[in-house]
């Protein structure tokens, strides 16, 4: 069996944070027999990385898996959907290499506290706000370089997949995909606002009333981005995982593009994707967010004309993320002092939003 990772490599491991560890007996109980290497002594420790969904790591002796779970306390409806990342990682990992496979989905919240699932351990290297050594320490334009490229390539072939011979035709419902999203996320926020702010209202009003004709559905990610990727370390042309399917459906690909576009900052722009999943997009070589549509639209044979107002609600969505994770931390639900700042950096990307819906760019 290969090393079933979300991670890098060991260097990301830590000791289980306060208030994030379960009962590792009950838990080797209920896994015994039900993973290849389970009958032995199980020993766990925590992925450092994500602001969101939990990630840990068992290790049986040198038999090794990742466990995934929701994070602590009260979640937002439909988020966190761990039958939903276990019903599609245990499929399209035929499909679609990059994809980790699932082995075991649990319901059962008794066992650790919340539903979770295992899947294989990949190895290799997540590159997260700067460039790794690895790969030259961002120093390296043609590395750089390479890195954006593939990091398009790899959406692209994701939306190619032919997601009815996957067997994930019901995960998602493409018909009025987009303006549910737009209905959705603008929910979210008033349920996790904690300050009254106009631009949330103008936003939500350009995105309701701009509203374009979507292109053929496809398999979406709906949070792809370069963190939730990682690299062969002895080569950053080639991704051997992408994670984080707990959001993934079938619908509007650009969509997914435009969620990306909105964590690829540019120099002179500032604040980048704040708090969640920005990148060293700023590197020397690294493509503009323009060379970025262009290379999606030759690598699909797509229209991207519409992109910009894709970038747009791409940058609402990580703004509302950043207000929610801030709403937990404001009511106490979680003591995680990263968090503190995201009310601050989710109205900076508002702002941002604002901005680009007016000059309808990328």
Not at 113 to 130: H, K, L, N, Y
Request: aromatic share 10%; with cysteine; proline share 6%.
């Amino acid at each position: 069996m290969s090393n079933p990772s979300t991670s890098s490599d060991t260097t990301e491991l830590i000791a289980i944070r306060a208030g994030e560890d379960f009962d590792h007996g009950g838990l080797a109980a209920y896994l015994r027999g039900k993973l290849p290497g389970s009958e032995t002594t199980l020993e766990i420790e925590q992925f450092a990385g994500g602001h969101a969904n939990l990630t840990y790591l068992l290790r049986y002796g040198t038999v090794e898996y990742v466990l995934r779970r929701p994070p602590v306390g009260p979640v937002a409806p439909g988020a966190h959907d761990m039958a939903r990342e276990y019903r599609v990682l245990s499929q399209l990992y035929q499909v679609y290499p990059p994809a980790p496979r699932a082995y075991v989905f649990c319901g059962d919240t008794t066992i650790i506290g919340a539903p979770f699932f295992i899947m294989e351990r990949r190895r290799g290297t997540v590159v997260r706000r700067a460039i790794p050594a690895e790969f030259g320490d961002g120093g390296d334009a043609a590395i750089n370089r390479r890195i954006s490229e593939v990091l398009i390539d790899t959406l692209a072939d994701l939306h190619q997949v032919d997601y009815r011979a996957a067997g994930l035709a019901d995960v998602g419902k493409p018909d009025g995909f987009l303006q549910r999203q737009v209905e959705g996320w603008t929910a979210r926020y008033e349920r996790a606002k904690t300050t009254e702010l106009q631009v949330v209202d103008e936003l939500s009003r350009w995105l309701r009333d701009h509203l374009p004709a979507s292109p053929t559905p496809t398999l979406l990610h709906n949070d792809f981005r370069l963190d939730n990727m990682m690299f062969d370390s002895r080569d950053p042309g080639r991704v051997v995982a992408v994670f984080d399917w707990d959001m993934c459906t079938v619908g509007d690909p650009l969509a997914d593009l435009g969620t990306l576009l909105s964590l690829w900052i540019e120099a002179g722009e500032g604040i980048g994707g704040g708090g969640q999943g920005g990148m060293p997009s700023t590197v020397p070589g690294f493509l503009t967010r323009r060379e970025a549509v262009e290379r999606y639209g030759q690598r699909r044979g797509v229209d991207v004309s519409n992109v910009p107002y894709y970038y747009v609600f791409g940058l609402f969505k990580i703004a509302v993320v950043l207000q929610q994770i801030y709403h937990r931390f404001h009511l106490g639900q979680t003591t995680d002092e990263r968090f503190r700042s995201f009310e601050q950096l989710a109205e900076l990307l508002f702002w941002m939003a604002k901005s680009r819906s007016e000059s309808l760019t990328v």
